[in-house]
């Protein structure tokens, strides 16, 4: 896997020389943007003082660092209550994704999931980092993030499990996802037969309607509505 990197500016960190038996968490979060890349955050975190960093930044095309592993990013501390009794920010790695809103809802890109997952697997590796030591920023501070796998829980054991067999994929791989994630369907009828059950529901709730007529719906938001459907959001 291929990681560019753009150190982040010097307020917004803290040097340390951890060894590689202090990185014992992987704390995942979202940045709450709306189609933002990894390299914009990396190179937003190496301009401003932010007094708040991450060490990766993942989009659905590159994998960005911005805090080296062996120092302290801030990323999941709190004036408030700890959730969690272990991790903190001197012994994790914090890794966001970057999100889209589609509806009012907060998702990510499959190929930004898949990426994270290999990013994930390659540091639990690295670290020898148990899979019970993979954390949301939620199960350290109640914050709601990432609100994806805050709001399903079925979505956040998806992730998990991908970290456990994700390989770097192959660039066919690569495309035909990029692919699958310009499809778009226009009605419910277009709509494979996986998913119908899911949009014909929500457009009789009321709750999925495109401009026109048209859904407009692509193929990655139609996946994150199954597993949502999947998982119960939206009643029966
Ligand atoms: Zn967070």
């Not at 990185?23 to 979060?29: C, Q």
């Not at 956040?156 to 994630?181: G, H, P, Y």
């Amino acid at each position: 896997m291929q990681i560019s990197f753009q150190q982040a500016h010097r307020g917004n960190y803290l040097p340390a020389s951890r060894d590689k038996e202090d990185i014992r968490y992987l704390v995942i979060h979202f940045t709450a943007n709306n189609g933002d890349t990894a390299r914009n955050n990396a190179d937003y975190f190496a301009r401003e003082t932010l007094s708040t960093s991450a060490h990766y930044f993942v989009d659905e095309r590159e994998v960005w660092q911005s805090v080296a592993d062996r120092d302290i990013a801030w990323h999941c501390g709190t004036r408030g209550t700890y959730y969690h009794p272990y991790c903190r920010n001197a012994n994790s790695i914090g890794i966001e994704l970057c999100s889209r809103i589609q509806n009012g809802k907060y998702y990510f890109m499959p190929e930004t999931e898949q990426m994270a997952a290999a990013l994930v697997r390659q540091l639990m590796e690295r670290y020898a980092i148990a899979e019970d030591h993979v954390l949301r920023h939620y199960d350290v501070t109640h914050k709601t993030c990432p609100a994806p796998y805050v709001e399903s829980a079925a979505a956040w054991e998806v992730f998990k499990n991908r970290c456990k067999e994700a390989d770097d994929m192959t660039e066919a791989q690569v495309k035909r996802l990029i692919e699958q994630s310009k499809t778009v369907y226009r009605s419910a009828e277009d709509v494979p037969a996986w998913g119908r059950p899911t949009v014909e529901k929500l457009v009789q709730k009321g709750w999925l309607q495109g401009e026109e007529q048209s859904l407009n719906l692509s193929d990655d938001l139609l996946r994150t509505l199954v597993i949502n459907d999947r998982a119960g959001l939206y009643g029966a």
